[in-house]
């Protein structure tokens, strides 16, 4: 595919909430994130993505935004924001906002004047509304976030329909004035000086317009409403628009938050004139639940599995365009718990493995903020002390399908959204240094040992690592390839290693991360290679066999010298 600006980029997600309190007040904010970029520049962040700063009622932290135009006072003021870009752009770090266009908060004026004019309201068709049927609802699709996806509308025998939770009613897009007041809004913000957007939930816009049952596939009597609420036929009219009436106009940024895509759709969403830059691919991360929301049906999974879902989901993109990849975000539970099955064995080296593995698949990386310094999930002893509105209907799902309080909090703290949510790790000091006062949700009590100050005195520390890794992608002579050169699989077969290359023309690097505590062998010619990255000082050894011995969680990243004087 043709270069784009956006391939060479590193980018850093930022929860608001969680990332720095400058005025102490519980609640992370936009001058914290000021005050932190010259931290985000030592790391060698390039971009950075905000979570959703509108203005909201917070139900869902933000994706409920009651006011497109103005900023939630939590967060700042708009001279706050104006300020952050200014001053972004002067250390070259470019900002992206958070797009939340397939719903609204209940609390945005549109939806309060549906409310109080429930006949007569002009907003009537810019929310989806559908009489019941025998006083039920009209259809028996459970929503996202638990409950059906429709909620009666006080007064009349009519529902209104919401994919996540109650508070955020999804926009008919059906509707070519809610597309045309979106189309205005999503501009507004570019012209502000953004780079663009990551749009969120994007393939749930289209819905299937008849609004028919399925069978039931929980004791509540209701069906998962994805099969008709997402990437549904008749999208790609809606996306096409979207581009063209905004994104188009602009040299941006789009990141797609786009499940329930088939690989071979990729091609209209990424493709070369597909519709956004790029798309987050969810498959590998959502390895360890059976789908995406069924978290009570665990699987177990191994190292080839995820192997498998990372090289395919690799060769896949490939084929089709450009891809981003992630370890983690604010809906997934932290990597280092995830990947690393053992908890004797999530330490520098597995920490920093995971880092590399990641961040030189061909894609543009994403580093969720907490992840560089190995961040971690922690247990939570009752559902008092859950915040994440999806771990708390999962909670009270879990107990009607007949698990016990003990079970229901055992899944809903492994993967609870919250884990990834908990205040940054400033230093050792209260609250982490996150803020002065009581944070909004519960610390990670490890911050006393896992924070950044401490690992910025410590040069052989996670962070020093992640800093090492993005130098290698970015400044090194293997820059272009590690950016821009195709992916290829090696060792696929192989149960605890996962092995590529990249290669661009005559250059190649091959990367090899030992997903074990134990030493495993591999037939490799050192003599070949230079090395770019090692998260191990001490030198490797060959075993009686001649073969290399990898040693455990041993990431080694090595650039293949130049072929003419060894052929
Ligand atoms: C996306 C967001 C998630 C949010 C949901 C509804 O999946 O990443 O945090 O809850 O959309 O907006
Ligand atoms: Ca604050």
């Given at each position: ?52 700063i ?23 003021k ?12 002067e ?18 004026p ?8 429930p ?12 009489d019941?049927?025998?006083g ?60 663009g ?36 036929r008749?999208?790609?009219?809606f ?48 390895l ?6 069924e ?7 191994d ?32 990597s ?31 580093i ?13 002893k ?19 399908e ?28 209260a609250y ?14 490890n ?56 290669i ?40 009686s066999?001649?073969?290399y ?18 052929e």
């Open positions: 595919m043709e270069k784009q600006w956006w391939q060479k980029e590193v980018i850093y997600q930022i929860y608001p909430k969680s990332f720095y309190d400058s005025n102490n007040d519980g609640v992370g904010d936009i001058k914290g994130i000021t005050e932190k970029l010259d931290y985000l520049k030592s790391l060698g962040i390039t971009m950075v993505w905000i979570c959703p509108y203005q909201s009622p917070m139900a869902d932290n933000g994706y409920d935004i009651s006011d497109y135009y103005q900023l939630n006072p939590e967060f700042g708009m001279k706050d924001l104006e300020e952050l870009i200014a001053q972004a752009k250390k070259r770090v470019k900002i992206v906002l958070d797009l939340v266009i397939n719903h609204t908060s209940d609390e945005h549109w939806f309060q004047d549906l409310l109080e004019n006949q007569t309201s002009k907003y009537r068709n810019y929310y989806i509304l559908k019941g049927i025998d039920e609802p009209p259809t028996n699709w459970r929503s996202v976030f638990g409950g059906s996806v429709w909620e009666p509308l006080n007064g009349t025998k009519e529902y209104y329909f919401h994919s996540f939770g109650v508070k955020q009613p999804d926009l008919n897009w059906e509707n070519k004035n809610v597309r045309e007041e979106l189309y205005k809004m999503v501009n507004y913000w570019l012209e502000k000086g953004i780079a957007f990551r749009v969120d939930a994007i393939t749930f816009i289209k819905k299937d317009q008849s609004y028919d049952n399925l069978p039931a596939d929980g004791v509540d009597g209701l069906v998962k409403c994805t099969k008709k609420t997402r990437n549904q008749g999208i790609e009219v996306l096409h628009e979207l581009k063209k009436e905004t994104f188009a106009k602009y040299d941006c940024v789009t990141i797609g938050e786009a499940p329930g895509v088939p690989y071979e759709q990729y091609g209209d969403y990424i493709g070369a004139n597909g519709y956004f830059s790029m798309i987050f691919d969810f498959r590998y991360a959502d360890d639940v059976a789908s995406g929301s978290w009570f049906k665990r699987v177990d999974w190292v080839l599995d995820l192997k498998k879902l990372i090289f395919t989901s690799q060769q896949q993109i490939q084929k089709a365009g450009w891809g981003a990849t992630f370890l983690e975000n604010h809906d997934q539970n932290r280092l718990s995830k990947y690393i099955k053992e908890e004797k064995n999530r330490n520098f080296y597995s920490a920093t493995m995971l880092g590399a593995m990641f961040f030189y698949l061909r894609g543009t990386p994403f969720y903020q907490g992840q560089e310094i190995g961040m971690t999930n922690f247990t939570r009752s559902i008092e002390e859950f915040d994440d509105i999806s771990s708390v209907d999962q909670y009270y799902r879990s107990i009607k007949g698990f016990n309080e003990e079970e229901a909090l055992h899944f809903i703290n492994l993967r609870s959204r919250d884990n990834s949510r908990t205040p940054m790790h400033w230093n050792d000091q982490g240094g996150f803020s002065e006062v009581e944070p909004w949700l519960g610390m990670n009590e911050y006393k040992v896992i924070n950044v100050k401490s690992q910025e005195q410590d040069s052989n520390s996670i962070l020093h690592f992640y800093k090492k890794i993005i130098k290698v992608r970015q400044t090194s002579e293997a820059r272009n390839c590690l950016i821009y050169g195709d992916f290829e699989p090696v060792l696929e077969d192989h149960p605890t290693i996962i092995a590529y290359k990249r661009l023309n005559h250059q190649e690097v091959v990367c090899y991360f030992n997903f074990s505590s134990k030493s495993q062998p591999v037939e490799l010619n050192n003599h070949l290679y230079d090395v770019l990255l090692n998260n191990y000082k001490e030198k490797n050894t060959f075993n066999n001649q073969q011995e990898l040693k455990p969680y041993q990431a080694l990243v090595l650039q293949k010298k130049e072929a003419s004087c060894y």
